[in-house]
């Protein structure tokens, strides 16, 4: 059954936390007094489309049903969950609260506030229990951090419900115990905003300089390592307790000015605006959009294949919401592969590279396998599939940000013998792409030799290869 969210403002982050629902099957209904808002919306759904989908192996599930309604209680109706974008303005926040909670009492709602505490939000509400912060990060349809935090009224299994429901959309619900003023991860960011400010300020350094220092640097770290655990490495063989005791004593030194804050000035506005503006001017919002979605993609895309980070909830996410292979209409062949071809695939030709066909066919094989019923679990008992010999045809370019389909036909499947024929199909007009004749033998993981499969798996292969058959 289709679960629906209603998004109350539709800015930035509300147009985000759409994307995020709408792209994983979500029926998504908003509300935005904003003239603008659909257009805007529109906008950063584009940017969510070409972006999110990248990052997995398989297609993302079928795009729900995007809405705008002219009223809040409209909005909210018959919704599972609702998160709250508006402006951080407390009164309005409290305002929209009793308004959805009157027009939609016991739904989970969210408050994507990166600075009040669940329980100012609460205050006078109807139902306190319901109601806890959400905060999320930009881009919202691809950075998977939640800060989910609750108070001593939120219930419990609000809490559990909410968790959930974040899970399945491939995010990672940081449960935050004690609510605290700006919650945790943005308390980092302001300290070293802080920091930045007194650079520029002093003459120090530029923003591009600070930005390089970040992401040449620590930044690369913080992203797959955080920063405790970078810090345990620096202590060497020692560990945690070595780092300490030798870095522990320059906490004392006079280096930070974090209890301090440069007095904002118009002089020091127009200072950074405009080292700012010549840093990165010349590109549109959009341009930088679409600039960051695709490092982050790439980023997340290399921790996905060392199991690591966000890459591990993407792989997490992945196995929730991949589809068994689907039979054709005529049954003579499987969909083993439905997926968006990602930015890092291309080569200098702005094309497909050769060696991602042979990644996405090896994918195709190792579907069909699994659907035979060799799969990780027969593997792992000691038996598989061993690619012998592949025949790949380039019929047409492909490009990053296109949809593609796999469709697989087994053509022979006698004794140790497993011969696959793919095609890759463009999914929009299926255009065949690229083929592959793919020749497998079944082999004992033991003895590392060919042997016959198991009589079920041998059942299946044989199945399919008549079903199949010209």
Sequence with gaps: MTKTAAIIGGGVIGGGWAARF??????????DPDPQAERKIAEVLGNARGALPMLYDTALPEEGTL??????????EGADWVQESVSERLDLKHKVLAEIQTANAGVLIGSSTSGFKPSELQEGAQDPSTIMVTHPFNPVYLLPLIELVPSEATAP????????????????????????????????????????????????????????AIRYGFGIRWAQMGLFE??????????????MAQFGPCLKWPWTKLMDVPEFTDELVDLIADQSDAQSGHLSIRELERKRDRNLIAMMRALRQQGNASGRL??????????????????????????????????VNGHMNEGRYGQIFSDAAEEVMAHVGADDAYVQAGNSYFTVETTVKYLAETHAGEMVEVWSRVTEGAGKKLRCLHEMRRASDGEILATCDQFMLHVSLETRRTCDPLPEVQTRVEALAAAHKE
Excluded: C
């Design 22 to 31: 709408l792209l994983n099957g979500w029926d998504v209904r908003v509300f």
């Design 230 to 243: 970078t810090y345990r490495v620096a202590g060497g063989e020692a560990g945690m307790r070595h780092f």
């Design 157 to 212: 299994e609000a809490i559990a419900r909410a968790s959930e429901m974040l899970i399945a959309l491939g995010l990672y619900p940081l449960h935050v115990r004690k609510e605290i003023d700006a919650h945790i991860a943005d308390r980092f960011l302001e300290a070293v905003w802080r920091e930045a400010l007194w650079l520029v300020k002093d003459g120090i350094a530029t923003t591009e300089e600070i930005d390089n």
């Design 67 to 76: 809405s705008f309604h002219g009223s809040i209680a409209e909005a909210v």
């Design 314 to 347: 993407i792989n997490d996410h992945q196995k929730a919401i991949r589809p068994a292979p689907v039979a054709s209409e005529d049954g003579r062949a499987l969909r083993s592969q439905r997926r968006m071809v990602p930015v890092d695939w291309t080569d």
